[in-house]
């Protein structure tokens, strides 16, 4: 059975999910990873999503705030042998539901070209491409993407 909670970044089952993921990018990523570990800080994330089956975490997924009325989509993982059930998809929707409730219009992420799954994820689910923004632009290797929140 799947369970979503919601938390925030001092839960222990978020933190253990986010050093899979930065180990999973730094496998896809090596040294270009130490760029990117700057922005993904886990204090003060005050909207967290951790997903379980059967009790365990298997899931996460998070957002702050961006900018006026916009969030930021960050610290998306679903664990190897979780993937291709839907889960993330499911992260995703409950994070974009939670902001709407939360009064935001907007959702923006930045992905990696050696992330195609999540590439697709995040189209399927209505992202479309963008400029790179903020510490993002002019860095070859992000996509940026943003979702007007219906």
């Known amino acids: 059975m799947l369970t979503f909670n919601k938390t925030d970044s ?18 896809r990523y090596g040294e270009q990873q130490l760029f990117f570990n700057q922005f ?12 379980y089956y059967n009790q365990t975490p298997v899931g996460c997924g998070a957002f702050k705030l961006f900018e006026d009325a916009v969030v930021e989509i ?19 929707q409950q994070l974009e539901q939670w902001a709407k409730a939360e009064g935001f219009t907007a959702c923006v992420l930045e992905t990696g070209l050696n992330q195609p799954e999540a590439i697709r ?5 209505g ?3 963008t400029p ?5 632009i002019g860095v070859e290797i ?3 993407m943003r979702k007007e929140l219906q």
């Open 74 to 92: 960050k610290r998306m993982y679903v664990e190897p042998q979780q993937r291709g059930k839907g889960i993330a998809a499911l992260i995703l």
């Open 142 to 144: 992000s996509i940026c």
């Open 40 to 51: 993904n800080k886990l204090d003060h994330i005050h909207h967290v999503i951790v997903a």
């Open 121 to 125: 994820l995040y189209e399927k689910a």
């Open 127 to 129: 992202y479309e491409r």
């Open 132 to 136: 790179n923004y903020g510490q993002y």
């Open 10 to 27: 001092d839960n222990s089952d978020f933190r253990l999910l986010v050093a899979e993921l930065d180990r999973d990018l730094a496998a």
